[in-house]
């Protein structure tokens, strides 16, 4: 159980374009989805943290317009990378804190994570 | 201020060795605190997990971990190394009482060779 699913795994687009990815808790509600962006060989950083039915949260420092934060139902949330641009080739992964039985302590369950290179 | 820290940013041992991942951390609530695993291009697995009931603790692949609140410290070890097992390690805690937010460590990379 607490399955977290990411798509695509991949993604190569042109710069400029506008990509989206999705985050999906399989077998489980998601109050509570969390953005990270890894970079080569670095730690996970968090981008913004996003409720189900209201605003994500972003870090300081994330530009929330060009990282477009929508979740819309408790087992999908989407992260959207507007007019991307090669700085943003990175590893998105994306957790989810689930609800009731599944909920245990601050753990988050992580999906496998998208690889976006922009051109 | 919350914080994780990993101490070794690589870690080399030889297959069949012990494995120790040291990570401390700083608090002012109890924490819960995670290690998880990342191999190369994949998303993170989690080994174990201490939430306030033993403090050894248990985890996949014969890993366990010990909180020792007196040192902050909760380290991971494994008592024979496999190849499998070469990876990025992240020490990771729940360190705001009640919030969600998580503090990761900066990774050990284990390297096991034959």
């Known amino acids: 159980g607490a399955v977290v699913s990411q798509h695509p795994s991949w993604v190569i687009c042109k710069s400029g374009t506008s990509v989206k990815i999705e985050c999906r808790s399989l077998?489980?509600?998601?109050?509570?989805m969390f953005w990270y962006r890894q970079f080569p060989k670095q730690s996970l950083m968090l981008m913004a943290t996003?409720?189900?039915?209201?605003?994500?949260?972003?870090e300081q420092g994330v530009e929330k317009d060009k990282f477009l934060i929508n979740h819309a139902s408790l087992t999908l949330s989407t992260l959207t990378v507007t007019s991307a641009h090669p700085e943003d080739s990175s590893f998105y992964i994306c957790?989810?804190?689930?609800?009731?039985?599944?909920?245990?302590?601050?753990?988050?369950?992580f999906g496998p994570g998208t690889r976006l290179t922009v051109l | 201020a919350q914080s994780v820290t990993q101490l070794d940013s690589h870690v080399s041992v030889s297959e069949g060795t012990p494995v120790l991942l040291r990570c401390n951390y700083s608090?002012?609530?109890?924490?819960?605190l995670f290690w998880y695993v990342q191999h190369p291009n994949k998303g993170l697995q989690l080994l174990l997990k201490?939430?306030?009931?033993?403090?050894l603790v248990k985890g996949i692949n014969g890993f366990e971990a010990e909180f020792k609140k007196s040192e902050t410290s909760f380290h991971l070890t494994k008592p024979s190394a496999h190849m499998s097992d070469a990876a990025e390690y992240f020490c990771?805690?729940?360190?705001?009482?009640?919030?969600?937010?998580?503090?990761f460590g900066t990774g050990t990379q284990l390297k096991v060779e034959l």
């Open positions: 996003s409720n189900e039915g209201s605003k994500a949260t972003y």
């Open positions: 201490y939430t306030s009931a033993a403090t």
């Open positions: 608090s002012s609530y109890s924490p819960s």
């Open positions: 077998d489980f509600q998601a109050t509570t």
């Open positions: 990771v805690g729940g360190l705001t009482g009640g919030g969600n937010k998580l503090t």
């Open positions: 957790s989810a804190i689930g609800s009731g039985r599944v909920r245990s302590y601050n753990e988050q369950f």
